[in-house]
């Protein structure tokens, strides 16, 4: 697993290290196609956005086995956006990005989770925009599609299959990664509004505050 940001603009967009170019140039496409239709404030982010993305990640890894041992949240001055704020979560041991022909679907379809349990944050709080975390999006689809290519019908066509898939990524991906959220609640809005007080949690305090996560039926 990776550490996670919200390089939530065109020009900063955070891609896990080792990701194919093509997934990279998506990533570019998405931003470019997004600012064209909606503008600069389809990327601006709240204070309050980013902390509930951040807690959305922290969250959504608990319940799927990550440990974080540190979450804090900045803001810094991006022309023309104005004041961007962002926040990173750091896991105790990076492990890199453990996708491919080897892992198990699950493991994929959890570390899917993880990656758009930011989004997911935003949006059970009705923060998200248009811009919202299209780097995590882009990443967090593609692994669902690798998923799906080990699950599929090799008869299927090419336009069966990306239905397949998209099919699986809504149903076990982003709907699993709101379930959770919404399901522990409590802890969520525990995390959001200490992250409101102090700007950061990190060691034992974190720890506890993510040992009341419980699992879901997915």
Same mark, same amino acid.
């Given at each position: 697993?990776? =550490?996670?940001? =919200?390089?939530?603009?065109?020009?900063? *967009?955070?891609? @896990?290290?080792?990701?194919?170019?093509?997934?990279?140039?998506?990533?570019?496409?998405?931003?470019?196609?997004?600012?064209?239709?909606?503008?600069?404030?389809?990327?601006?982010?709240?204070?309050?956005?980013?902390?509930?993305?951040?807690?959305?990640?922290?969250?959504?890894?608990?319940?799927?086995?990550?440990?974080?041992?540190?979450?804090?949240?900045?803001?810094?001055?991006?022309? @023309?956006?104005?004041?961007?704020?962002?926040?990173? /979560?750091?896991?105790?041991?990076?492990?890199?990005?453990?996708?491919? @022909?080897?892992?198990? #679907?699950?493991?994929?379809?959890?570390? !899917?989770?993880?990656?758009?349990?930011?989004?997911?944050?935003?949006?059970? /709080?009705?923060?998200?925009?248009?811009?919202?975390? *299209?780097?995590?999006?882009?990443?967090?689809?593609?692994?669902?599609?690798?998923?799906?290519?080990?699950?599929?019908?090799?008869? *299927?066509?090419?336009?069966?299959?990306?239905?397949? !898939?998209?099919?699986?990524?809504?149903?076990?991906?982003?709907? #699993?990664?709101?379930?959770?959220? /919404?399901?522990?609640?409590?802890?969520?809005?525990?995390?959001?509004?200490?992250?409101?007080?102090?700007?950061?949690?990190?060691?034992?305090?974190?720890? =506890?505050?993510?040992?009341?996560?419980?699992?879901?039926?997915?």
């Amino acid at each position: 697993m990776f =550490t996670v940001s =919200t390089g939530n603009l065109p020009n900063k *967009l955070q891609v @896990p290290k080792g990701f194919p170019p093509e997934t990279i140039a998506a990533i570019e496409h998405a931003a470019r196609d997004t600012f064209v239709r909606h503008g600069v404030s389809a990327f601006q982010m709240s204070r309050e956005a980013a902390i509930s993305h951040e807690a959305g990640h922290a969250v959504v890894g608990a319940h799927e086995g990550v440990n974080f041992q540190s979450i804090r949240i900045f803001s810094r001055s991006m022309p @023309p956006f104005g004041t961007v704020w962002g926040g990173w /979560c750091a896991e105790d041991n990076d492990r890199g990005h453990p996708i491919g @022909p080897d892992i198990s #679907v699950e493991s994929e379809l959890s570390i !899917a989770r993880v990656t758009i349990a930011g989004l997911a944050g935003e949006a059970v /709080c009705r923060l998200d925009k248009p811009g919202s975390s *299209l780097d995590e999006l882009e990443v967090s689809r593609r692994i669902g599609f690798n998923a799906a290519f080990k699950l599929a019908d090799p008869a *299927l066509s090419d336009a069966e299959y990306f239905a397949y !898939a998209q099919e699986l990524w809504h149903e076990r991906v982003w709907r #699993v990664a709101v379930a959770i959220l /919404c399901e522990n609640w409590e802890p969520f809005m525990r995390l959001v509004e200490h992250l409101q007080r102090h700007g950061k949690i990190k060691g034992s305090k974190l720890r =506890t505050m993510l040992a009341q996560v419980r699992r879901i039926t997915s």
